[in-house]
T-cell receptor, first 117, second 114 residues
Framework: GAVVSQHPSRVICKSGTSVKIECRSL??????MFWYRQFPKQSLMLMAT?????????EQGVEKDKFLINHASLTLSTLTVTSAHPEDSSFYIC?????????????FGPGTRLTVT | AQRVTQPEKLLSVFKGAPVELKCNYS??????LFWYVQYSRQRLQLLLR??SRESIKGFTADLNKGETSFHLKKPFAQEEDSAMYYC????????????????FGQGTILTVHP
């Protein structure tokens, strides 16, 4: 089946630094990748939609200058949290749609735990 | 705007008992509804979608447009069904192809006791 990986799985950084999270579709090409944020025991909140070769579309309330998204190829999207602060600590999850599948489905990565100290 | 509501944050049943996880949605167009499941320490995965009309792991869900509901049901719960369940909605854009953006409900933690 289709697999989505994320790297790193956990990262701890100091306040004010930037952190990059990678999302890869391992055995399929993804036209669109999505980035979510999940707080403990809460739902997934869509942050942005990332299309290969174009600018990401951010959801209302998500700062695009703080959460930089790059979707350089059909198998890789990156999320960079710039000038991270403790309130950015969260679980970040990406997903990718399978453009080769005749029936639409999103495949989710395992998530990245970000802790800002 | 699209919204998904799962009224129960926690649901506990005993093995062999029927289980129903409730999901209501709000969307002005024609939605596609999904149930996703997240087992302990695993990633989110698709359980079923309304257009497939399948039964996966004994679970079924019927879209009721009149009541704007998509409740998940299983007649006999098993311990391995214990997990977090999310109901999600994707809105169709003009032309009938799914836009793809998912709106998730708050999730329901199902615990099946032996």
């Amino acid at each position: 089946g289709a697999v989505v990986s994320q790297h790193p799985s956990r990262v701890i950084c100091k306040s004010g630094t930037s952190v990059k999270i990678e999302c890869r579709s391992l055995d399929f090409q993804a036209t669109t990748m999505f980035w979510y944020r999940q707080f403990p025991k809460q739902s997934l909140m869509l942050m942005a939609t990332s299309n290969e070769g174009s600018k990401a579309t951010y959801e209302q309330g998500v700062e695009k200058d703080k959460f930089l998204i790059n979707h350089a190829s059909l198998t890789l999207s990156t999320l960079t949290v710039t000038s991270a602060h403790p309130e950015d600590s969260s679980f970040y999850i990406c997903s990718a749609d399978n453009r080769n599948s005749y029936s639409y489905e999103q495949y989710f990565g395992p998530g990245t735990r970000l802790t800002v100290t | 705007a699209q919204r998904v509501t799962q009224p129960e944050k926690l649901l506990s049943v005993f093995k062999g008992a029927p289980v129903e996880l409730k999901c209501n949605y709000s969307y002005s167009g024609s939605p596609e509804l999904f149930w996703y499941v997240q087992y302990s320490r695993q990633r989110l995965q698709l359980l079923l979608r309304h257009i497939s009309r399948e039964s996966i792991k004994g679970f079924t869900a019927d879209l009721n447009k009149g009541e704007t509901s998509f409740h998940l049901k299983k007649p006999f719960a098993q311990e391995e069904d214990s997990a977090m369940y999310y109901c999600a909605l994707s809105g169709f854009e003009a032309g009938g192809t799914s836009y793809g953006k998912l709106t998730f409900g708050q999730g329901t933690i199902l615990t099946v006791h032996p």
